[in-house]
């Protein structure tokens, strides 16, 4: 099958696609914004670049007959961004894939940050009203929009929880304080979030395309939600450490660091995860959403354990000298 990747160079695409190449039959194109990303990858002789980004690129092939979109922006310098990207980068793509006769599905990679988070249902499900609460969120709700109007074949909507493994920067700031013996934790509530490792994640991504399931959105996650200090204790033991301290983060600080760091982004123009619009998003205690739909649907279930996860991912930040 000829495919077409967008966000291939990033954390989850870059798995995608190396997924994507087991089965030889699959050819790989991926839209590539910069060289040099790609030149860091062990499958960059494997697939075919297209050189730009959502707005300019040279040509599509015309015989595409798949489509994942995965390029996004999920840390900015000024909100704009979220916007301009998410939202009116996706409509650009969607134009370009209109002259492709060949085209059969099209998966969007959204984010639970498009619904919102758990306010007094215990879980969340694809039939329930959305009600994102940052700018992030939004502008995915914006995006996932876009598709039934405007996206030129069939689509499937598939909204990620929390994504970790091997390549995730995201995370890699909690397990470091880890190993310095913190855990740490905003307010006095129990966190709970669902989760799903990355390689879980582009194999039910896969299933959904290889489906005959059309125009649907599915949560992706592990069936059982962690509770935040639980998960960075098994991290802990995972890392040999013995003695581990809670460092309880009260809101109204978390609130002044969160706007620290976005005068530090301002300032020096430099994207970090953490700012006002994230701080929106984790002061709410729970992010919460069920699975059963993608099982009962497409018989998808995640098959890597959690603590199997960790370790992977451990492995591969001491690998790289990160932890």
């Given amino acids: 099958m000829k495919i077409l990747v967008t966000g291939g160079t990033g954390f989850i695409g870059s798995h995608l696609i190396r997924e994507l190449l087991k089965d030889s039959r699959n050819q790989v194109y991926a839209l590539i914004r910069d ?23 040279e040509p599509f092939p015309a015989n595409i007959e798949l489509v994942f979109h995965l390029a996004a922006l999920t840390k900015i310098v000024s909100p704009q961004e979220f916007f301009h990207i998410n939202h009116e980068g996706t409509l650009s793509l969607l134009e370009k894939l209109k002259p492709l006769k060949n085209l ?4 969007l990679l959204s984010s639970l940050a498009a619904a919102g988070p758990n306010r007094e249902q215990p879980v969340l499900r694809e039939e329930m009203l959305a009600q994102p609460i940052s700018l992030y969120g939004k502008s995915k709700l914006a995006q996932e929009g876009l598709f039934p109007e405007q996206c030129p074949a069939p689509h499937i909507i598939i909204r990620a929880p929390i994504v970790f493994g091997p390549g995730d920067m995201d995370m890699l700031e909690a397990f ?4 310095k013996g913190m855990i740490p934790v905003l307010g006095k509530k129990e966190r709970w979030y669902s ?3 990355v390689k ?20 992706i996650a592990n069936a059982q939600p962690v509770e935040w200090q639980s998960f ?17 983060i009260p809101e109204i600080l978390g609130r002044i660091l969160a706007e620290l760091s976005e005068m530090r982004i301002r300032a020096f123009k430099r994207k970090a995860i953490f ?4 701080f929106n998003e984790m002061k709410f205690p729970a992010w919460v959403c069920s699975a059963e739909k993608i099982g ?4 998808f279930q995640p098959q890597i354990p959690l603590l199997e996860a960790l370790q992977e991912t451990i492995h591969w930040y001491q690998e790289q000298k990160m932890l």
């Fill in 232 to 248: 960075l204790e098994e991290v802990s033991r995972l890392l040999g450490r013995k003695k581990i301290r809670k460092i309880v």
């Fill in 195 to 197: 989760v799903i490792y």
């Fill in 176 to 179: 470091r304080m880890v190993r």
């Fill in 200 to 219: 879980d994640l582009v194999r039910g991504m896969i299933a959904a395309a290889a489906s005959l399931c059309q125009n649907e959105v599915f949560y």
């Fill in 35 to 57: 060289d040099s990303k790609l030149a860091s990858f062990d499958f960059k002789n494997d697939i075919t670049a297209i050189r730009g980004d959502l707005f300019r690129s």
């Fill in 104 to 107: 059969q599905k099209v998966i």
């Fill in 296 to 299: 009962n649907m497409l018989h």
């Fill in 275 to 278: 700012n006002r619009d994230k």
